[in-house]
DNA sequence: CAAAGGGGAAACGAGCTGCT
DNA sequence: AGCAGCTCGTTTCCCCTTTG
């Protein structure tokens, strides 16, 4: 397929699908109507011979080749997005910008101090602001801009945002040292028999690990 | 100026949910 | 189980804009 024979926005569209799973809400997003998303769709179906998205009770799901092309699409669109909007070139060493980073706790504690450290050396005029990412205002701030960059378990950002793996993180049991448990092996099976506390925080994944 | 293409409105249909 | 109501995607038709 030749790019004469596709119109891109029908790519921006698929975009925001991967993002909403619902045509009615995408079109909203994108500021027109529903039929116009499923025109758009339906045209984008014929031209790339494939369903792309399937309608189920937990919304449009994309197939298999709609998942496979939604990196690509999405890391284009966003190359086309920045080269529209670069005003000048970004130099670390004389930037005066302010970047800011929504983070966990954690990311307070860990990442900010070894952040600044980097920035410090090779970006001294640099401001890093920081806030929480457990705001329910996440994807629309990063959305706007209004947020570069958010580290943190954050699975409503799965479509349409750059994401990379930072690390794997594992978790350990604390108990007082005459606690029954401490004399055998931790097993999950003693672990669910025994009350314990898990602090619930979004972005932390802490929830996750006690599910 | 005619043809083509895209968007909006209305109608329709499928699937889900709640109630009896 | 069956029905009604609701939500949401699709289809159809019409209008407007663009293009050659």
Redesign the pocket.
């Known amino acids: 397929m030749q790019l004469r024979d596709i119109?891109l926005?029908l790519l921006v569209i698929f975009n925001q699908l991967m993002i909403d799973?619902?045509?009615?809400?995408a079109?909203e997003t994108l500021?027109?109507?529903?039929?116009?998303?499923?025109?758009?769709?339906?045209?984008l179906r014929v031209l790339l011979k494939d369903e792309l998205?399937l309608?189920?009770?937990r919304?449009?799901e994309p197939t298999p080749f709609a998942q496979q092309l939604a990196e690509p699409v999405n890391y284009a669109l966003g190359t086309i997005h920045s080269a529209l909007n670069q005003q000048t070139s970004f130099d670390p060493a004389t930037s005066t910008r302010t970047f800011t980073l929504a983070v966990t706790d954690i990311g307070d504690i860990y990442f900010l101090p070894v952040l600044m450290e980097e920035v410090m050396r090779t970006a001294p005029q640099l401001c890093i602001s920081t806030v929480r990412n457990t705001a329910v205002s996440l994807k629309e701030n990063l959305e706007v801009g209004k947020v570069d960059l958010a580290i943190g378990l954050l699975p409503q950002l799965q479509g349409g945002f750059f994401q990379r793996h930072l690390f794997k993180h594992r978790y350990v049991c604390m108990f007082r040292r005459e606690h029954p448990a401490a004399s055998q092996p931790m097993t999950l099976d003693l672990f669910q028999s025994l009350e314990h506390v898990v602090v619930i925080s979004a972005g932390t994944g802490h929830g996750e690990v006690d599910t």
Do not use: E, H, Y
Not at 31 to 43: D, E, F, M, Y
């Open positions: 119109d926005n799973k619902r045509v009615s809400a079109a500021g027109i109507t529903q039929p116009a998303v499923s025109n758009a769709l339906k045209r998205f309608r189920t009770s919304g449009m």
